[in-house]
């Protein structure tokens, strides 16, 4: 079975702050790795994912994660957050045995301050 | 339109009555997901189509659900005798195939089920 974690269930920051989301998950084989952003009144949308190759991926609006497989992490990152990126924010895995499903973590409410 | 659409936006019903959720894919994708979204329970996966077959109905909560597709294009989510544990937001994504879990999803605005 899969699961993910996200330790931060609430982050809050001012203006050009940097962002950093933990994301941990659990699954014995080759994973593809998503975050996911949802906009307040808005549905869910790629910000970026991971199949394979370079452990850092650069994703949409300057964000990028980094796949360290020792630490079973993929943690979202962005230097400079801006208050439009006041979201929630999900992360997800799929192995590549377990079907086509995806485990989302619990999500990380991001409040940016102006 | 270009995404995924769900109909009803809002949906409220009464305890014990039967709903039906209707998800239409983006037009050429294969594989069709349904995931609900609730306060205690956050994003779960209910259940997959590729093309009109489910091969994995595990995720589904009880047998009062119950999901098909017809046409390898839009699909219905069917809760009988609904329960307050139903209240959540339904969403349905697509995908291009089931290739290895590597097809992004795309996901619809969901429908929002408040059982009273």
């Known amino acids: 079975a899969q699961s993910v974690s996200q330790h931060n269930h609430h982050v809050i920051l001012s203006e050009a702050a940097s962002l950093e989301l933990g994301c941990n998950y659990s699954y014995g084989g080759t994973v593809n790795l998503f975050w996911y952003v949802q906009y307040p009144g808005q549905h869910l949308q790629l910000l970026l994912k991971?199949?394979?190759?370079?452990?850092l991926v650069k994703g949409i609006k300057g964000f990028e994660a980094e796949f360290i497989k020792s630490k079973f992490s993929f943690n979202l990152r962005k230097p400079s957050v801006q208050w439009s990126d006041t979201a929630e924010y999900f992360c997800?895995?799929?192995?590549?045995?377990?079907?086509?499903?995806?485990?989302f973590g619990g999500g990380t409410r991001l409040m940016v301050k102006p | 339109g270009a995404g995924v659409s769900q109909s009803p936006s809002n949906k409220v019903t009464e305890k014990g009555k039967d709903v039906e959720l209707r998800c239409d894919p983006i037009?050429?994708?294969?594989?069709l997901y349904w995931y609900r979204q609730s306060l205690g329970q956050g994003l779960e996966f209910l259940i997959y189509f590729q093309g009109n077959s489910a091969p994995d109905k595990s995720g589904l909560p009880s047998d009062r659900f119950s999901a098909e597709r017809t046409g390898g294009s839009v699909s219905t989510l069917t809760i009988q005798r609904t329960q307050q544990e139903d209240s959540a937001v339904y969403l349905c994504?697509?995908?291009?195939?089931?290739?290895?879990?590597?097809?992004?999803?795309?996901f619809g605005p969901g429908t929002r089920l408040t059982v009273l």
């Open positions: 037009s050429g994708h294969t594989a």
């Open positions: 991971y199949f394979s190759g370079d452990p």
């Open positions: 997800a895995v799929n192995g590549n045995n377990a079907g086509n499903m995806l485990t």
């Open positions: 994504a697509s995908s291009l195939s089931v290739g290895q879990g590597q097809n992004e999803q795309f």
